[in-house]
Structure formats: C-alpha cells, structure tokens
C-alpha cells in the first residue's frame, strides 16, 4: 500500500516562499512519478508540477518562473519551492504518487494518479 504524506503549508504575505515536502512508502517500484495539485473549496483540483523519475518535468503555466520541483536524495522524497507567491496560490495543495513513467504533458492531470496526500494548506494574503 503507497502512503503518501505532505507537510510545509503555512501562510504568508504576498511575495513571500514556502517549501512544501512530500514524501511516498510502500512501493517496489523505483520509478515513481510524482506530482502537486492544489483545490480550493468549490473548484476541481487543479494540476502544480509533476515530475517523471527521469526528471522530465511538465509545470501549469500559472506558476512557471516562481514555483520549482525537485527531488530528494531519495527518489520518494519531492519538494515543491514556492516563489514569489500571490493571493491566488491560496489553496490546499496535495501530492500525489504513482509508479511509472508517462509523456510530461500527463504528469498534471489528475487521473494519471492513484496515490495522494491528505493535503496541506498553503494561505497568501495580500
């Protein structure tokens, strides 16, 4: 059973950072694609960044330039650094977990995952 398990959420003011952790157990698989998705109340959840165990990336363009993927020295372990953050970053935000590698341009969508996070709450105000 993959557990998934996020932490680093908080508030901030607008322009601030923040680095939200993730980190996924219980697979044999050493190629494991993982990504960040964030919802708020009423809205689908919505795709972050997501990153192939080739490191092939595939970021929304809604946070290109201020938010950047990496990994960990192990391959279960995903940061996600937050820059420059707006009002608009405020949501929950998940990591989601799932052996195997796809074509970058799937690694948001959300039906590519099986394994998800209970989520972490990241608030900018302005």
């Known amino acids: 059973q993959v557990q998934v398990v996020e932490s680093g959420g908080g508030s901030v003011q607008t322009g601030g950072s923040l680095r939200l952790s993730c980190t996924a157990s219980?697979?044999?698989?050493?190629?494991?694609?993982m990504a960040w998705f964030r919802q708020v109340p009423g809205k689908p959840r919505e795709g972050v960044v997501g990153v192939n165990a080739d490191d092939t990336t595939n970021y929304a363009d809604s946070v290109k330039g201020r938010f950047t993927i990496a990994r960990g020295n192990a391959q279960n372990t995903l940061y996600l650094q937050m820059n420059s953050l707006k009002p608009e970053d405020t949501a929950m935000y998940y990591c989601a977990a799932q052996p195997g590698w796809i074509v970058p341009a799937f690694l948001i969508n959300r039906a590519m995952y099986n394994y998800w996070g209970r989520g972490t709450q990241v608030t900018v105000s302005s």
């Open positions: 219980g697979y044999s698989n050493s190629r494991i694609r």
